[in-house]
């Protein structure tokens, strides 16, 4: 089955203790990115990646960090994490091509900092 | 850059009735509109989309309709049925550019039974 699987779905850290999220795909795709969706403000883009090795920031990148060193895999880090960054996080993939091919969504991991 | 405008932010319709979301959109350039509907506890998922070259789209109960000139999009939503209750977002890219999608802010639709 075509996917995008994250872990954790739920994550409850305290300030300061380095935690990574994982992502993953198994559909091939080029472009991976990460997202927050927080109350009103909806999806912000944090990091994303054209394809491996190939990773710009988002619209709110501060605090977070990526890699790409395999095609199927785009984790984020949070080196030390803070409250602010209690949210919804969403990992999407999907081809590059022309520029018209829909994103696949994980299913989110909801993380809480103490 | 593109900016993506989404109304409303809330919507309440009785089963049964029509639901309207309009989106308007910055870039002239931008020429591929999907729309993506989030249940609960899960990621979105995309339901339609429309390129710049279709003025409309239908599939089942829903539609969307694209304006070109004056850079406005919108999902139509008929004969509503309480599982179309979920936050729907648009959003807008250009092909052959940066290819980013820039989203609206999402529209929470509750349908009541």
């Known amino acids: 089955e075509a996917q995008v699987t994250q872990n954790p779905r739920y994550l409850i850290t305290v300030t300061g203790k380095k935690l990574t999220v994982t992502c993953s795909q198994n559909?091939?795709?080029?472009?991976m990115s990460w997202y927050r969706q927080d109350p009103g403000l909806g999806l912000r883009q944090i990091y994303y990646s054209m394809n491996v090795e190939v990773t710009d920031k988002g619209d709110v990148p501060e605090g977070y960090k990526v890699s790409r060193k395999e095609k199927r895999n785009f984790p984020l880090i949070l080196e030390s994490p803070s409250p602010n960054q209690t949210s919804l996080y969403f990992c999407a993939s999907s081809f590059i091509g022309q520029g018209d091919s829909p994103l696949h969504f994980g299913n989110g991991t909801r993380l809480t900092v103490t | 850059g593109e900016n993506v405008e989404q109304h409303p932010s809330t919507l309440s319709v009785q089963e049964g009735d029509s639901a309207v979301i309009k989106c308007t959109y910055s870039?002239?350039?931008?020429?591929?509109f999907p729309w993506y509907k989030q249940e609960l506890g899960k990621g979105p998922q995309l339901i339609i989309d429309i390129r710049s070259n279709v003025g409309e789209k239908k599939d089942q109960r829903i539609a969307v309709t694209l304006n070109k000139t004056a850079k406005h999009f919108s999902l139509h939503i008929t004969e509503t049925q309480p599982e179309d209750s979920a936050v729907y977002f648009c959003a807008a890219s250009k092909t052959g550019g940066s290819y980013i999608p820039t989203f609206g802010r999402g529209t929470s639709l509750i349908v009541h039974p």
């Open positions: 559909m091939n795709h080029e472009y």
């Open positions: 870039d002239s350039a931008s020429n591929y």
